[in-house]
């Protein structure tokens, strides 16, 4: 193959590469955010006294604004512990692409 086209296909790899990185990036980025408030929809939630629907609009409030998009939470509370998952899209880089994510948390209710 002559050098240029040599070039133009090794152009297209990398810049593939670094798409790909990137599409790497954003997805830790959205588990990190979904961990962080399934963790938060949780602590507001085990609180003593916290109101019903408190884990739920911490966990959707922290999703939201770290970005993810059709977030879902659900909690879910016995005697003795609060569990709340999280669920929601993050988008991605070209918009051909969106990757679910999820993440859950489980604490122990205060003064039980």
Not at 27 to 54: C, D, E
Not at 85 to 100: D, E, Y
Not at 101 to 111: D, K, M, N, V
């Amino acid at each position: 193959m002559s050098e240029s086209v040599q070039w133009a296909v090794l152009g297209v790899a990398l810049i593939m590469c670094l798409l790909g990185l990137i599409e790497a990036g954003l997805m830790l980025h959205g588990r990190t955010v979904a961990v962080s408030a399934a963790l938060a929809g949780a602590n507001a939630q085990a609180a003593l006294h916290a109101p019903a629907n408190a884990g739920k609009l911490a966990a959707t409030d922290i999703a939201v604004a770290g970005g993810l998009i059709d977030v879902q939470v659900t909690v879910t509370k016995n005697s003795r512990n609060v569990t709340v998952q999280v669920n929601g899209v993050v988008p991605g880089l070209v918009g051909w692409s969106s990757l679910r994510t999820h993440a859950t948390s489980t604490r122990p209710l205060e003064g039980k």
